[in-house]
């Protein structure tokens, strides 16, 4: 059984740049949900993604949006990058919508703003 | 503001003691998990509760739900440098979204 992916580990952007981060779902998850971790902070909500659609938003602006492919991998993009935006970003991959379903995470993504 | 607190936020204690983590919350979830997290790593679930009172064990881990689903603890005995890393707690509020405690960074010294 595959696990969850992401890509890439680290990423060092410019304040303003365009960050594109990428996450492949553990093999039979047909959910992706992206998550924004602050250092010493537990993790914040982005957005989920189901069956390609996008399924639910926290509280980010429309500068973070996402993507779902037919292979369930999804893809985080960052508009305009800020110096707040430096986290790890986390992808969680489930089997669905059912209720209680846990969720699986990937290692993450350092992206750090300069 | 913090729907999830989780208490303490930091500890340190020697190997062999006994420890107790809190999750407390005012909203009710349907269900509740814990995972642990290494630096630079994702979460990884160590357990779901899910009914009100609910008690699970993993090894030397004790997990308890809340009887009304509003709260959570987990605790260690006999405490092991393995243990150490961030313990995160996240209750389930829809069919997507968890919600995250701060964590708690636990420390066990040799």
């Known amino acids: 059984e595959t696990g969850v992916t992401q890509s890439p580990t680290h990423l060092i952007k410019t304040r303003g740049q365009q960050v594109t981060l990428r996450c492949s779902s553990q093999?039979?998850?047909?959910?992706v949900s992206w998550y924004q971790q602050a250092l010493g902070q537990g993790p914040q909500f982005i957005f989920q993604y189901y069956r390609e659609e996008e399924n639910g938003r926290g509280n980010f602006p429309p500068r973070f949006s996402g993507l779902q492919f037919p292979n369930y991998s999804s893809e985080l993009n960052v508009n305009a990058l800020e110096l707040d935006d430096s986290a790890l970003y986390l992808c969680?991959?489930?089997?669905?919508?059912?209720?209680?379903?846990?969720?699986?995470f990937g290692q993450g993504t350092r992206l750090t703003v300069v | 503001t913090q729907l999830l607190e989780q208490s303490p936020q930091f500890l340190s204690i020697q190997e062999g003691e006994n420890l107790t983590v809190y999750c407390n919350s005012s909203?009710?979830?349907?269900?509740l998990q814990w995972y642990r997290q290494e630096p630079g790593e994702g979460p990884v679930l160590l357990v779901t509760?899910?009914?009100g009172g609910e008690v699970k064990k993993l090894k030397r881990l004790t997990f308890q739900f809340g009887d009304a689903r509003k709260d959570s603890s987990l605790h260690i005995t006999a405490a092991q440098p393995g243990d150490t890393g961030l313990y995160l707690c996240?209750?389930?509020?829809?069919?997507?979204?968890?919600?995250w405690g701060a964590g708690t960074k636990l420390i066990i010294k040799p």
């Open positions: 509760v899910v009914t």
């Open positions: 996240a209750g389930a509020r829809s069919n997507y979204q968890l919600i």
């Open positions: 969680a991959s489930s089997s669905g919508q059912r209720k209680n379903t846990e969720a699986f």
């Open positions: 093999s039979g998850h047909n959910t």
């Open positions: 909203s009710v979830f349907s269900s």
